[in-house]
C-alpha cells in the first residue's frame, strides 16, 4: 500500500521568513495529494491540495509543488505569521474510495 | 457551513470497558472515516464506511468496530477498551469523488486506565 514520509517533524521560523515541508509517497498510481492544518485543540483542516497533472498550485502565501517523477511534493509558506503556527500534515491517495495515507506530521511554530 | 461533531472531547475509561465513540455530519456525506492519531505516527485510518451499512477496514482495524445505521452517523466501537487504545480519535466525512474534501469533526481524546 501507500507509504507517505513527511519532514521535517518540527520546524521553528522566524516570522516574516519562509517555511518548507516535504514528504514523498511510494505508490506510482497516488494523484491526489492534500495538505492539511490542524490547529490546537481542532481536527485537521484542508488548506491546499494539488492534482497529479499539476506541478505547482498556489494560494495567497501557501503554495505546493509536485514532483511525480521524483515522487515528492511540498507546501511552502511564505511571509509566515503567528498564525500559521500548527501541525501540518500531508496525504496521498490513488484509492477508489478517497482514502487517504497521511504523514507523521511536522509541527509549524512561527516566533515573532 | 459544514460540520462534523464529535459526541465527546474527552473520555476517561476502565480496561476492559466498551466505549462508543459517535460521529454526526450534516452535509449528507455519503463516506465516513474513522482515525487515530498518535504523535509521530499521523493520522492513521480505523475504519471507513462508504454507505449505511457498508464498511470496511482501514490499516489498523484491530480491536475496534464500527457501525453506520443513518447516513449522517458513524460510531466507533471499542469492544473491550485496552491501554494501549488511549489515543486521539478523528472522524471524518467526505463526498463520493476520488479527491473529494475530507472534513474533520474535533476529536475524541480517550484515556484507558
Known amino acids: ?112 | 457551513d459544514v460540520k462534523v461533531t464529535q459526541s465527546s472531547r474527552y473520555l476517561v475509561k476502565r480496561t476492559g470497558e466498551k466505549v462508543f465513540l459517535e460521529c454526526v455530519q450534516d452535509m449528507d456525506h455519503e463516506n465516513m472515516f474513522w482515525y487515530r492519531q498518535d504523535p509521530g505516527l499521523g493520522l492513521r485510518l480505523i475504519y471507513f464506511s462508504y454507505d449505511v451499512k457498508m464498511k470496511e477496514k482501514g490499516d489498523i482495524p484491530e480491536g475496534y468496530s464500527v457501525s453506520r445505521e443513518k447516513k449522517e452517523r458513524f460510531s466507533l466501537i471499542l469492544e473491550s477498551a485496552s491501554t494501549n487504545q488511549t489515543s486521539m480519535y478523528l472522524c471524518a466525512s467526505s463526498g463520493t469523488s476520488i479527491r473529494e474534501t475530507q472534513y474533520f469533526g474535533p476529536g475524541t481524546r480517550l484515556l484507558v486506565l
Open chain 1, 1 to 112: 500500500g501507500e507509504n507517505v514520509e513527511q519532514h521535517p517533524s518540527t520546524l521553528s521560523v522566524q516570522e516574516g521568513d519562509s517555511a518548507v515541508i516535504k514528504c514523498t509517497y511510494s505508490d506510482s498510481a497516488s494523484n491526489y495529494f492534500p495538505w492539511y492544518k490542524q490547529e490546537l485543540g481542532k481536527g485537521p483542516q484542508l488548506i491546499i491540495d494539488i492534482r497529479s497533472n499539476v506541478g505547482e498550485k498556489k494560494d495567497q502565501r501557501i503554495a505546493v509543488t509536485l514532483n511525480k517523477t521524483a515522487k515528492h511534493f511540498s507546501l511552502h509558506i511564505t511571509e509566515t505569521q503567528p498564525e500559521d503556527s500548527a501541525v501540518y500534515f500531508c496525504a496521498a491517495s490513488g484509492d477508489s474510495w478517497g482514502k487517504l495515507q497521511f504523514g507523521a506530521g511536522t509541527q509549524v511554530v512561527v516566533t515573532p
